[in-house]
């Protein structure tokens, strides 16, 4: 297991691997049915970061201040961080005491949204994520 410290070169500037920007912690997407489908497309919400502590490779433990986060209301929903597969949008995001939440929309037209929409409906256990950029670590 690599640690920060041993990511420093010999000039002491830090390289760091682009697989160690990527954080995990608990989070859910839910996918409405029947009522939450209408002309907009099917509802959905998500918890996409708690807030809480992360234990990460190279840096320790690891805390996201909700509180000073900013964002637009309306985000695009995709599949793995993929342009390519669109799954809708949010309408609402806001921080709460479960962390940050959204709401929003499935295209129906995606066919990565239909098979999202199939597999939740059978009861797979989607997760959330976010792309966060730090203004200040």
């Excluded at 490779?57 to 996201?64: M, P």
Aim: hydrophobic content about 40%.
């Amino acid at each position: 297991m690599t640690t920060f410290a041993e990511l420093k070169e010999a000039d002491g500037k830090v390289q760091i691997p682009r697989h160690a920007l990527q954080f995990a912690c608990d989070s859910e997407a839910r996918f409405a049915s029947g009522d939450g489908d209408d002309e907009k497309g099917m509802q959905f919400e998500m918890l996409a970061h708690t807030g809480k502590a992360m234990d990460h490779w190279a840096f320790g433990k690891l805390v996201i201040d909700l509180s000073g986060i900013k964002f637009r209301q309306k985000l695009p929903l995709l599949k793995d961080h993929d342009t390519d597969q669109r799954l809708g949008w949010t309408e609402s995001i806001r921080v709460t005491e479960r962390g940050l939440e959204a709401r929003g929309r499935m295209l129906k037209s995606s066919p990565a949204a239909k098979i999202v929409r199939e597999d939740s409906e059978q009861g797979f256990p989607w997760q959330a994520s976010v792309f966060l950029e730090a203004t200040k670590v």
